[in-house]
Nanobody, 120 residues
Framework: QVQLVESGGGLVQAGGSLRLSCAAS????????MGWYRQAPGKQRELVATITSGGNTDYADSVKVRFTISRDNAKNTVYLQMNSLKPEDTAVYYC??????????????WGQGTQVTVSS
């Protein structure tokens, strides 16, 4: 069994910063891509940022320059540093990880989500 546990969400004023963390635990053979997604009320879940096991990153246009994704492979943890937050960044943020298994298969896992609220 694999679990992704997020932390670091909360309430912040516009222009402020937050740092999200997501730690993977359980029966882990190898973690491939990790990423952050978000879902605002009444909207579909959208990609925020992803990072490969080698450290290559990709960002949604709306968060480029303001957000930074990173990971610590030794700790099976991915981070999202969010700066210059805007009210439109308000959403539930979800961590995602794609794991490989020793027998050759792979599967994606989701965290439970953490609320980020940015007040104007």
């Amino acid at each position: 069994q694999v679990q992704l546990v997020e932390s670091g969400g909360g309430l912040v004023q516009a222009g402020g910063s937050l740092r999200l963390s997501c730690a993977a635990s359980g029966s882990i053979f190898r973690i491939n891509d990790m990423g952050w997604y978000r879902q605002a009320p009444g909207k579909q879940r959208e990609l925020v940022a992803t990072i490969t096991s080698g450290g290559n990153t990709d960002y949604a246009d709306s968060v480029k320059v303001r957000f930074t994704i990173s990971r610590d492979n030794a700790k099976n943890t991915v981070y999202l540093q969010m700066n210059s937050l805007k009210p439109e960044d308000t959403a539930v943020y979800y961590c995602n990880a794609v794991l490989s298994f020793s027998y050759g298969g792979f599967k994606g896992y989701w965290g439970q989500g953490t609320q980020v609220t940015v007040s104007s």
